[in-house]
C-alpha cells in the first residue's frame, strides 16, 4: 500500500476497541488511505496490545513512570514515532495527558475522540465513565461524541465531527458508554481518519 496510503499510529491504554474498529474499516475498505503502522500503549497490560498483534502490527509500551522527567518520556515516545516515519497519531482511549511539548511537535497530527459532545462534559476531569455520569446527573436525553484535532488544551482542539445518540432511558453510566461506543464512536472515528488520511495522501501527490 506504500506511499498509497497514511501512516498511522495508535496510542491506547486500554481495551482497544476504536483500534479494533479502525482496523475492520481497513479490512472492509471503507478506510482505505490509511494504515495502522503503529501501535503505543501506556499499559503493559492493555488488551489493545493483543489486538494489534493478532493483525501483525508493530506494538511499543511507553509509559511515563519510566522515566525520571516528562522530558525523557516525550523523547521516548517521539522518537517510536518518528522511527515509523508516522503521518497521523490517533488517539483510542489513551490515558495519559500529551505536553505541549510534545503536542507541539506535531501540529494537526495528532486527534481524538472524546465521547460526549465537546464542549459539554469536556476538559480536565472528563474521562471514560466519569464523562457518562456528568451527563446522566445533568439529565441529558442526548449525548454523543466529538473528533478533534489535539492542541495544548485538554479536549480543546478544532473540532472535526460530531455525531448524536439518544440515552434517554438509560440510568447506567456503563450503558451509556456502550451506547456512545457502538452507536457513534466506532462509526465516525474510521469516518474522519479516512477523510484526514486521503488528505495526507493527496497533499504527498502535490508535492
Not at 141 to 154: D, F, L, M
Not at 188 to 195: A, G, N, Q, S, T
Not at 196 to 207: A, F, Q, T, Y
Given at each position: 500500500m506504500g506511499f498509497t496510503t497514511a501512516r498511522i499510529a495508535v496510542l491506547l491504554?486500554?481495551?482497544?476497541?476504536?483500534?479494533?474498529?479502525?482496523?475492520?474499516?481497513?479490512s472492509d475498505g471503507?478506510?482505505?488511505?490509511?494504515?495502522?503502522?503503529?501501535?503505543?500503549?501506556?499499559?503493559?497490560?492493555?488488551h489493545g496490545l493483543q489486538r494489534a498483534r493478532l493483525a501483525g502490527i508493530p506494538t511499543a509500551v511507553v509509559r511515563s513512570r519510566d522515566y525520571a522527567s516528562r522530558e525523557e518520556?516525550?523523547?521516548?515516545l517521539s522518537n517510536v514515532i518518528d522511527d515509523h516515519r508516522i503521518d497521523l497519531i490517533v488517539l483510542a482511549g489513551y490515558m495519559s495527558i500529551l505536553s505541549e511539548s510534545f503536542v507541539s511537535r506535531y501540529p494537526r497530527r495528532i486527534?481524538?475522540?472524546h465521547p460526549s459532545l465537546i464542549p459539554a462534559f469536556a476538559g480536565e476531569g472528563f474521562y471514560g465513565l466519569k464523562v457518562h455520569e456528568a451527563?446522566?446527573?445533568?439529565?441529558?436525553?442526548?449525548?454523543?461524541?466529538?473528533?478533534?484535532?489535539?492542541?495544548?488544551?485538554?479536549?480543546?482542539?478544532?473540532?472535526?465531527?460530531q455525531?448524536?445518540?439518544?440515552?434517554?432511558?438509560?440510568?447506567?453510566?456503563?450503558?451509556?458508554?456502550?451506547?456512545?461506543l457502538t452507536h457513534v464512536?466506532?462509526?465516525i472515528y474510521p469516518r474522519v481518519i479516512e477523510r484526514l488520511s486521503k488528505e495526507i495522501v493527496g497533499n504527498r501527490d502535490d508535492r
Amino acid at each position: 500500500m506504500g506511499f498509497t496510503t497514511a501512516r498511522i499510529a495508535v496510542l491506547l491504554s486500554g481495551n482497544g476497541s476504536n483500534l479494533q474498529a479502525i482496523l475492520d474499516a481497513i479490512s472492509d475498505g471503507s478506510l482505505e488511505h490509511g494504515r495502522v503502522e503503529l501501535v503505543v500503549s501506556s499499559n503493559n497490560s492493555a488488551h489493545g496490545l493483543q489486538r494489534a498483534r493478532l493483525a501483525g502490527i508493530p506494538t511499543a509500551v511507553v509509559r511515563s513512570r519510566d522515566y525520571a522527567s516528562r522530558e525523557e518520556f516525550d523523547a521516548a515516545l517521539s522518537n517510536v514515532i518518528d522511527d515509523h516515519r508516522i503521518d497521523l497519531i490517533v488517539l483510542a482511549g489513551y490515558m495519559s495527558i500529551l505536553s505541549e511539548s510534545f503536542v507541539s511537535r506535531y501540529p494537526r497530527r495528532i486527534v481524538n475522540i472524546h465521547p460526549s459532545l465537546i464542549p459539554a462534559f469536556a476538559g480536565e476531569g472528563f474521562y471514560g465513565l466519569k464523562v457518562h455520569e456528568a451527563a446522566l446527573a445533568a439529565g441529558v436525553k442526548i449525548s454523543g461524541a466529538t473528533v478533534h484535532y489535539v492542541n495544548e488544551v485538554c479536549d480543546g482542539g478544532e473540532i472535526l465531527e460530531q455525531e448524536t445518540v439518544r440515552i434517554e432511558g438509560i440510568d447506567r453510566a456503563e450503558d451509556v458508554q456502550q451506547r456512545v461506543l457502538t452507536h457513534v464512536e466506532h462509526v465516525i472515528y474510521p469516518r474522519v481518519i479516512e477523510r484526514l488520511s486521503k488528505e495526507i495522501v493527496g497533499n504527498r501527490d502535490d508535492r
